[in-house]
């Protein structure tokens, strides 16, 4: 048994297949099966069910995950105290929640190569949703995402709140102020929303079911300038965070809806790994930079 073999096993686990595996630590097929292969003969028993898709691990192979995770983690860290001096160092895979827009990529760049030039910043937009799931497998080293109140990051990660961001109920100016005034009123209308991993999408969801309410979704896109656009139109109601309103061509056709008890902004989370060594003196420095961002904003 050695490390190769238990990477080789951990990234399976975490890529669901032989193939993902492969691609992540460039390596053949072969060569993956073969490390597996030998974990598995060291400890002498089946580390995956080969029938599943994606392939997972047994009963025995995901305890034996759960060490293998601690060990790399471990190790991971070991090195990056002992490298360049504790310098941060290597590849530094950071994912950003899509909600906070794209401008947002440029500022954590700039910060993190003018502070650590050793570093390799890798910049990801995805859903928080999904954002956790890779801090969690260990794929992303740093994760800064939308949460609603009380949906909070696990506690196996480092996780603060550094800001929120405000999302706003719009729809058509064909809504008069007040029109809408309860969540019960709400239901009765059509809805453009984003994705199920969606921040503000998850919103209205737990809102909506927590009164046994149905959600009437009409159109389902990922584009906030979609969403602007049919909101306008009159096609249905969107939540959207509050910069982009302004910015919009559909800006003047839109109507700012306020109604009792409905509150969509999400807090804004750095979360991280326990286990990033030396990288970690980069957190404090994307905390900066997305606060500043935020307070931008709001400008």
């Not at 550094?162 to 729809?171: D, F, N, Q």
């Not at 969107?238 to 008890?261: G, N, Q």
């Amino acid at each position: 048994m050695n490390l190769s073999d238990l990477e080789a096993f951990a990234a399976v686990v975490e890529w669901g297949s032989i193939v993902g595996a492969a691609g992540r630590l460039y390596l053949t097929q072969s060569a993956v099966t073969k490390r597996i292969q030998n974990l598995e003969g060291a400890l002498g028993v089946i580390l995956l069910d080969r029938q599943s898709r994606p392939m997972r691990p047994t009963h025995v192979g995901k305890k034996v995950y759960d060490h293998a995770e601690e060990i790399l983690a471990s190790v991971a860290a070991m090195k990056a105290e002992v490298v360049h001096d504790g310098e941060p160092s290597g590849e530094f895979n950071l994912g950003v929640a899509p909600g906070l827009g794209e401008t947002v990529v440029a500022p954590l760049f700039k910060t993190l190569c003018h502070h650590f030039p050793k570093l390799v910043p890798r910049v990801f937009a995805q859903n928080t949703r999904v954002l956790l799931e890779r801090l969690v497998s260990g794929s992303i080293v740093a994760g800064i995402m939308l949460c609603s109140g009380g949906d909070d990051p696990p506690d196996t990660l480092m996780a603060e709140v550094v800001g929120k961001l405000p999302y706003i109920l719009v729809g058509s100016q064909k809504y008069p102020s007040g029109h809408l005034s309860t969540i019960a009123d709400l239901a009765q209308q059509p809805w453009i929303v984003g994705t199920e991993r969606c921040a503000a999408r998850y919103y209205l969801d737990r809102t909506f079911k927590s009164r046994g309410l149905p959600l009437r979704i009409m159109v389902e896109t990922e584009s906030k300038d979609s969403q602007l656009l049919l909101a306008a139109q009159g096609t249905g109601l969107a939540v959207v965070p509050s910069y982009l309103v302004d910015a919009s061509p559909a800006a003047l056709d839109l109507r700012v809806l306020e109604v009792e008890d409905f509150d969509a902004s999400q807090n804004v989370w750095i979360a991280y790994s326990r286990y990033i060594g030396s990288q970690e003196k980069a957190i404090p420095y994307i905390r900066k930079t997305i606060v500043e961002y935020l307070e931008s904003l709001g400008r």
